[in-house]
């Protein structure tokens, strides 16, 4: 242990760094994330259509949350949703953007 007492009041940050230390439970979170997104998008189901936001109805007041597709897109760096999407829909392309994502650390 680094035995740093809560009065240097030092950041997450600073301690990972001092502990040569990198995140890995956020990657970790999101790559499962992703494969099990891949997995429900290859289907043409009720979750499919949750997921696009292809559902009819009233909005909802307030902030839009943000989907899920938009986080994913974020982490994994790609473009747009239509690239997204077909990607999901081939495996190996799917699999490999995943790799990619989380080499990188975009986490």
Do not use: C, P, Y
Not at 8 to 14: D, Q, W
Not at 40 to 64: A, F, N, P, S
Not at 73 to 90: D, I, N, V
């Amino acid at each position: 242990m680094l035995r740093i007492s809560w009065t240097e009041r030092k950041s997450k940050e600073t301690v990972l760094i001092e502990a040569n230390s990198r995140r890995s439970l956020i990657k970790t979170v999101r790559k499962r994330q992703a494969t099990f997104l891949g997995h429900v998008m290859r289907r043409e189901k009720l979750e499919h259509l949750i997921t696009t936001g292809k559902l009819d109805g009233k909005r909802g007041r307030g902030k839009q949350r943000e989907k899920t597709m938009d986080g994913l897109k974020r982490w994994l760096g790609s473009g747009s949703s239509t690239e997204t999407l077909t990607a999901m829909g081939h495996r190996e392309l799917w699999r490999n953007m995943i790799a990619d994502a989380s080499k990188h650390g975009t986490g």
